[in-house]
T-cell receptor, first 112, second 113 residues
Framework: AQRVTQPEKLLSVFKGAPVELKCNYSYSGSPELFWYVQYSRQRLQLLLRHISRESIKGFTADLNKGETSFHLKKPFAQEEDSAMYYCALSASIKAAGNKLTFGGGTRVLVKP | DGGITQSPKYLFRKEGQNVTLSCEQNLNHDAMYWYRQDPGQGLRLIYYSQIVNDFQKGDIAEGYSVSREKKESFPLTVTSAQKNPTAFYLC????????????FGSGTQLSVL
């Protein structure tokens, strides 16, 4: 069975400091991984996906199959990064909503 | 304003009562989904529909029912058989059943009186 673990419920950092959100997964096959974000008073939305290998809003995430991790990183956090972040895993290449397993979420608070 | 509309924002259920949560989308998406969100547990899939007139059970379908009579609408009924209905419910859609980008509604908070 697939499982996604986000060990930190709350992450508090100062503006300009690096931030790293941890995501660990368990899955025996080759997973597809995603980060979703929910800003205050906004809807949950896709932030990035590992197959795109892209940087969005300064965030990057690298899939480490050896450590079964997909940590989200940003070198210099901004106040507008304060939000709830969810890591999600899919067992299929085409990851429809019915195939996504979400982690419990990490709330990020960036202090001025 | 395109997107997914969930209503109501807040809903209260009495013991033994069925309640229906509305979800409408004008994105012309084929697939729609219902998730339940409990604190610290992430999102869990209740039901999904890959195309109109079709729907499938998700991971926690017991005590819930859905219909997909129109492409743009996917209402969720929380029945009296659902013993722990208090939660935040999120509706989502995707362009196709194999598309990984989900578009979410703003959610409905259901509480038991």
């Amino acid at each position: 069975a697939q499982r996604v673990t986000q060990p930190e419920k709350l992450l508090s950092v100062f503006k300009g400091a690096p931030v790293e959100l941890k995501c660990n997964y368990s899955y025996s096959g080759s997973p597809e991984l995603f980060w979703y974000v929910q800003y205050s008073r906004q809807r949950l939305q896709l932030l990035l996906r590992h197959i795109s290998r892209e940087s969005i809003k300064g965030f990057t995430a690298d899939l480490n199959k050896g450590e079964t991790s997909f940590h989200l990183k940003k070198p210099f956090a901004q106040e507008e990064d304060s939000a709830m972040y969810y890591c999600a895993l899919s067992a299929s290449i085409k990851a429809a909503g019915n195939k996504l397993t979400f982690g419990g979420g990490t709330r990020v608070l960036v202090k001025p | 304003d395109g997107g997914i509309t969930q209503s109501p924002k807040y809903l209260f259920r009495k013991e033994g009562q069925n309640v229906t949560l509305s979800c409408e989308q004008n994105l012309n998406h084929d697939a729609m989904y219902w998730y339940r969100q409990d604190p610290g547990q992430g999102l869990r899939l209740i039901y999904y529909s890959q195309i109109v007139n079709d729907f499938q059970k998700g991971d926690i379908a017991e005590g819930y029912s859905v219909s997909r009579e129109k492409k743009e609408s996917f209402p969720l009924t929380v029945t009296s058989a659902q013993k722990n209905p208090t939660a935040f419910y999120l509706c989502a859609s995707s362009l196709t059943a194999t598309n990984e980008k989900l578009f979410f509604g703003s959610g409905t908070q259901l509480s038991v009186l």
